[in-house]
């Protein structure tokens, strides 16, 4: 059972996906996501396991060390609310772990439309009670796949794998970081055009 507070996952408090297995199915089809990708996921979350403070140092560092993106912690004034920083780290470390050891199934589903609508303007900010702006801005949703991918790397290659192995983990784990934006995308796309 999990302490964090606000991570819903598995619970009957998330709703269904919008998005069907079938589709997801044809979604990962088209990333080139398939069953050694599952196996070298399973192996990048071994290797991380140890290392989630470490990697979210990181990324904290690189969101802070920006104003653009560390607004979206703030109350639209300046001011970076800390509680909100500290209660999203603990559900974003929990998520390194549920990207590389969950089956994508339906629960996993759910769970990314959850994360969805806590970006979007439909949930940003009800979890933690967070006096915060509304919405994280669509484009920055996307540009995170980059760093998020590029900055794992050095933690993959951590404990002694083989290069061969490191590139494995690290495909799989861009794929799954681009699948997982795919579905965060959906509360912002028009009606029928997703
Ligand atoms: C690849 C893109 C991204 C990843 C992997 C990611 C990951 C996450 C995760 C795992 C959570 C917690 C989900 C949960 O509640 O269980 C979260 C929430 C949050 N993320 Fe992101 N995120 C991304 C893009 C962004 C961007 C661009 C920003 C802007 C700086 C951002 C700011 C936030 C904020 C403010 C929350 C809290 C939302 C709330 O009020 O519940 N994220 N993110």
């Given at each position: 059972?999990?302490?964090?507070?606000?991570y819903?996952?598995?619970?009957?408090?998330?709703?269904?996906s919008?998005?069907?297995?079938?589709?997801?199915?044809?979604?990962?089809?088209?990333?080139?996501?398939?069953?050694?990708?599952?196996?070298?996921?399973?192996?990048?979350?071994?290797?991380?396991?140890?290392?989630?403070?470490?990697?979210?140092?990181?990324?904290?560092?690189?969101?802070?060390?920006?104003p653009?993106?560390?607004?979206?912690?703030?109350?639209?004034?300046?001011?970076?609310?800390?509680?909100?920083?500290?209660?999203?780290?603990?559900?974003?470390?929990?998520?390194?772990?549920?990207?590389?050891?969950?089956?994508?199934?339906?629960?996993?589903?759910?769970?990314?439309?959850?994360?969805?609508?806590?970006?979007?303007?439909?949930?940003?900010?009800?979890?933690?009670?967070?006096?915060?702006?509304?919405?994280?801005?669509?484009?920055?949703?996307?540009?995170?796949?980059?760093?998020?991918?590029?900055?794992?790397?050095?933690?993959?290659?951590a404990k002694?794998?083989?290069?061969?192995?490191?590139?494995?983990?690290?495909?799989?784990?861009?794929?799954?970081?681009?699948?997982?934006?795919?579905?965060?995308?959906?509360?912002?796309?028009?009606e029928?055009?997703?």
């Open positions: 059972m999990s302490e964090i507070a606000g819903t996952y598995g619970t009957t408090a998330v709703a269904p919008p998005i069907s297995l079938d589709d997801f199915e044809k979604l990962r089809a088209t990333v080139l996501f398939g069953t050694e990708d599952e196996h070298y996921l399973r192996m990048a979350g071994e290797v991380l396991a140890g290392q989630t403070d470490a990697i979210l140092d990181l990324w904290y560092g690189f969101v802070g060390s920006h653009h993106l560390v607004q979206y912690f703030t109350d639209g004034q300046g001011n970076a609310l800390t509680d909100y920083l500290g209660a999203v780290r603990a559900r974003f470390g929990q998520w390194i772990a549920d990207l590389c050891r969950r089956p994508y199934d339906q629960d996993w589903l759910n769970y990314q439309h959850e994360i969805a609508l806590r970006h979007h303007r439909a949930k940003k900010n009800q979890t933690d009670g967070a006096r915060s702006v509304p919405i994280i801005h669509f484009r920055y949703m996307v540009a995170f796949i980059y760093p998020i991918t590029a900055t794992i790397r050095q933690f993959l290659a002694g794998h083989s290069a061969d192995e490191v590139d494995k983990m690290h495909q799989a784990w861009f794929k799954a970081v681009t699948l997982s934006v795919i579905l965060w995308s959906v509360p912002y796309v028009k029928g055009d997703f």
